[in-house]
């Protein structure tokens, strides 16, 4: 499968090159970049030189499949030509994601750049639509935040056993803010603090809204989302709280058990999401593809608690885009995507 990689210049674009670089029916024909454009990829990415590619100002030979890793808007604005023309694109922006080109503009204060097109996109949650996935050309890849906090929602809201006012509280790695500079990560001002931000409300609060609303028609959610900034580099933990609907449970006291084995039961053929027995930490998905999820009820209040970690740029990006690429090609979505995590 010959594969092209939009805009390989920021984190995301360059880990998708790393696990591609392993994937046994890829290979990856054509990179572009802007800033760096006619540089051998080693000059950028030293990590990245086995691959022997130069970066090319734009996506040249045909290509089986495209990946998009640029800024939205710069993203709808390279791919739409390519989705017109019929070429399976994975999109790692948000510009397919928000369903309505009114709230995309609310909230990317800019108009849709291709509103005809949200339609026919795909949200790439890989465990939740597998079979939309197999069966689209346009893969809105979604955001770090909300898969970590979507996959640790997601059976409970199905089984309709929460309030929708549900709080989840998520520490993001300064690799999830791209490798721009900006005053908010720099070395000192993230080292050894931790701070909220975006603490009006985050631009992955209305996918989020979206996507837990999809999933039962008798939820209206009504998430309270409150990203913060770790000094990590890589990884996203995600406490989901939650309040059950009143007498979902005939004995309260077997609530914990019945709740464990309706995540083990969700999640039981999946590779990459794992329900844990200990409250999981983001340095046991370092570099790999894994979520991991903890739920528990918490006793002395009978209230949810649901604990995800997974690593921002693997299963909040490259990972996931590539989990879909392999959907859409009719591949195992496993595939290219197995590896254990860095530890510690
Ligand atoms: N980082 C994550 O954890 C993560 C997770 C999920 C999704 N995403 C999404 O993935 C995409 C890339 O994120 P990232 O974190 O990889 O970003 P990044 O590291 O900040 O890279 C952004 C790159 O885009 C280039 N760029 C900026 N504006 C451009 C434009 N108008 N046209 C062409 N190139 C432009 C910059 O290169 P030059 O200025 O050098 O040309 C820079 O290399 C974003 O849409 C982001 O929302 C990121």
């Given at each position: 499968l010959k594969i092209g990689i939009i805009n390989i210049t920021g984190y995301a674009g360059a880990e998708l090159a790393r696990i591609l670089s392993r994937?046994?029916?890829?290979?990856?024909t054509t990179i572009t970049g802007r800033s760096?454009?006619?540089?051998?990829l080693g000059q950028v990415f030293p990590h990245l030189s086995h691959l022997d590619m130069t970066i090319a100002p734009e996506l040249g030979d045909s290509v089986d499949v495209v990946f998009s890793a640029l800024p939205q808007v710069a993203s709808a604005e390279a791919i739409v030509p390519l989705v017109r023309a019929g070429i399976p694109v994975v999109d790692i922006s948000a510009d397919f994601r928000l369903k309505s080109a009114e709230e995309y503009q609310q909230w990317y204060q800019t108009p849709h750049p291709a509103p005809d097109l949200l339609e026919n996109?795909?949200?790439?949650?890989t465990e939740l639509y597998r079979s939309n996935i197999k069966h689209s050309r346009l893969i809105a890849n979604p955001g770090c935040y909300p898969t970590g906090a979507i996959l640790a929602l997601a059976p409970v809201i199905k089984e309709g056993l929460?309030?929708?006012d549900i709080v989840i509280d998520a520490k993001s790695g300064v690799s999830g803010a791209g490798r721009g500079l900006s005053l908010t990560t720099h070395f000192s001002e993230v080292n050894e603090n931790v701070f909220a931000y975006a603490v009006e409300g985050h631009r992955h609060l209305p996918e989020i809204t979206q996507e837990l609303a999809r999933l039962n028609v008798d939820f209206r959610p009504s998430p309270l989302f409150q990203p913060h900034l770790i000094p990590m580099t890589r990884g996203i933990l995600t406490s989901c709280y939650a309040t059950f609907v009143s007498g979902v449970f005939k004995d309260p006291k077997m609530a914990a058990k019945q709740v464990r084995d309706l995540y083990e039961t969700f999640y039981n053929k999946e590779r990459f999401v794992k329900v844990v027995s200990i409250p999981p930490q983001t340095k046991q998905t370092w570099g790999n593809n894994h979520c991991l999820i903890y739920p528990m009820v918490?006793?002395?209040?009978?209230r949810l608690v649901i604990i995800s970690a997974l690593d921002n740029l693997v299963k909040g990006a490259a990972g996931q885009a590539i989990q879909n690429m392999n959907l859409m090609l009719g591949l195992p979505d496993h595939l290219g995507l197995e590896g254990v995590a860095i530890y510690p």
């Open positions: 994937h046994p029916e890829a290979q990856i760096e454009a006619g540089k051998k996109s795909t949200y790439g949650l929460i309030e929708p918490e006793p002395r209040t009978g």
